[in-house]
């Protein structure tokens, strides 16, 4: 899928670690630019550590689950305030010093994504699915960045918290993009902590069952997988440290630790670009 103007899709996912280090979230800014040249770029982002420095200046506790921050109906206005309001206006800011043109959303902006609860243990924490694409295409065709905050809403109008990777991979899979998801590591490590280049489907269950993959690389790389296998394009899992090496997507090439989609992988070792 291209938007009107013939540019392929690029979805870019950024968390909250990136957010404490301005510099480096200038350099990552300065490089999607670089990357509008050939992509139309939606950034989506979350911000767990701003939300948890609010919740704690708050004297609420928190926890999470499996990897999934419980959310609590009463914490709700604090996280949406952190996540749609503090988060994302910083970075619209320096999206402006830039040179870009950024829209600050939310997944629940032009219905662009549905949400229900995700388990009721969980609290408000939602689970999304696409919806419709019009309002990011209207954007991307004006030359604007949407800069899309984790928060959605149910059909009772119900706010909710979302996984920032799950909310990436939803707006990748209703654009049929591409999607980078930056963190603080290279990309997946093997046992020997050494940068493994490609990943397809069994040799994520290999590995996770070795707890090579572990922790809250689990939950992004089996994202990053059911992306991939529902757009059919690769998946870059890479590093915010390194912004300069997201530019070998100009030239097809791959970045960071690709996750192949199941049909490439058994017709093809190369990447989807």
Known sequence: MANTIGKSWLVAKVGGALLKDGAALQSVLQVLQQLQTRYAV???HGGGDTTQALLEALDFSSEKI????VTPKAHIPYVV???????????CAQAKVAGLNPVGLTLLDGGMCKAQITEPRFGSVGKVSPADSNLLTMLSNGDYLPVVASIACDEVGNLLNVNADDAAAVVAQLLSAELLLLSDVAGVLDQ???LISQLDSAQISSLTEQNVIQGGMVVKVNSALATANQTQKSVFI????TP??????LK????GTCIVPNLQADSSKGTSL
């Open 42 to 44: 939606v950034l989506v």
């Open 66 to 69: 499996d990897g999934v921050r």
């Open 81 to 91: 305030g952190a996540l749609a309001g503090t988060v994302n206006s910083e970075i």
């Open 192 to 194: 020997d902590k050494q």
């Open 238 to 241: 890479s590093s915010w440290k």
């Open 244 to 249: 300069e090496q997201m530019l070998a997507l």
């Open 252 to 255: 097809g090439q791959s970045c």
